[in-house]
């Protein structure tokens, strides 16, 4: 199974300033037939269902702010936050889609206010 | 909007069975893989089930396989997930997701809120 790792835990960023999460897998999700990272982020409030942010590494979904952004290729990817709202307080969470299943998520990242 | 609705939850005793719904309004349901993932309280994220559009591939967590059965009736739109055996780690939040097209591998755009299930003596 392909291991998602995700780091760091945990981090505290003041409203306007840029997170950055980044995140691992055991091995390479890039799929040379297509030119494709499987790699996709979600934001999970509290009390609420994760809601898709980024797909194949770099695409946001409709109606995900710009300030969202996924970077990344093959096993290192990261999620950036510029100018942090209060809104985006959340847990984060990476997952891959590469190849016959199981589908693996990261352990999730909390970002809250400093 | 896109709307997934989880039915099913409840309180069980280890060993028992339980089955989940999930009822899909508003897409071509049949268009669509779907799958289910779960939450442990205080947890991450966990997939456990995938079916494709047409019921042709079926997969399952280690964790489950052969105790679960994921099904679904294009008809009815809706998905299911058989659950037998339960063990007191099953208990968490069951999520219906929808993935991609046909049997696509793809991320879940569309999450329901969720049907709680609890394995206990």
């Known amino acids: 199974d392909i291991v998602m790792t995700q780091s760091p835990d945990s981090l505290a960023v003041s409203l306007g300033e840029r997170a950055t999460i980044n995140c691992r897998s055991s091995q390479s999700v890039f799929s040379s037939s297509n030119n494709k990272n499987y790699l996709a982020w979600y934001q999970q409030k509290p009390g609420q269902p994760p809601k898709l942010l980024i797909h194949?590494?770099?695409t946001r979904e409709s109606g995900v702010p710009d300030r969202f952004s996924g970077s990344g290729s093959g096993s290192d990817f990261t999620l950036t936050i510029t100018s942090l709202q209060a809104e985006d307080v959340a847990v984060y969470y990476c997952q891959q889609y590469y190849s016959s299943p199981p589908w693996t998520f990261g352990q999730g990242t909390k970002v809250e206010l400093k | 909007d896109v709307q997934l609705v989880e039915s099913g939850g409840g309180l069980v005793r280890p060993g028992e069975s339980l089955r989940l719904s999930c009822a899909a309004s508003r897409f071509t349901f049949s268009d669509y893989t779907m799958s289910w993932v779960r939450q442990a309280p205080g947890k991450g994220l966990e997939w456990v089930s995938f079916?494709?559009?047409?019921?042709?591939?079926?997969y399952y967590a280690d964790s489950v396989n052969g105790r679960f059965t994921i099904s679904r009736d294009n008809a009815e739109t809706s998905v299911y997930l058989q659950m037998n055996s339960l063990r007191a780690e099953d208990t968490a939040l069951y999520y219906c997701?929808?993935?991609?097209?046909?049997?696509?591998?793809?991320?879940?755009?569309?999450w329901g809120q969720g049907t709680v299930v609890t394995v206990s003596s």
């Open positions: 997701v929808r993935g991609g097209l046909g049997f696509s591998y793809s991320a879940f755009d569309m």
């Open positions: 194949w590494a770099s």
């Open positions: 079916i494709s559009s047409s019921s042709d591939y079926i």
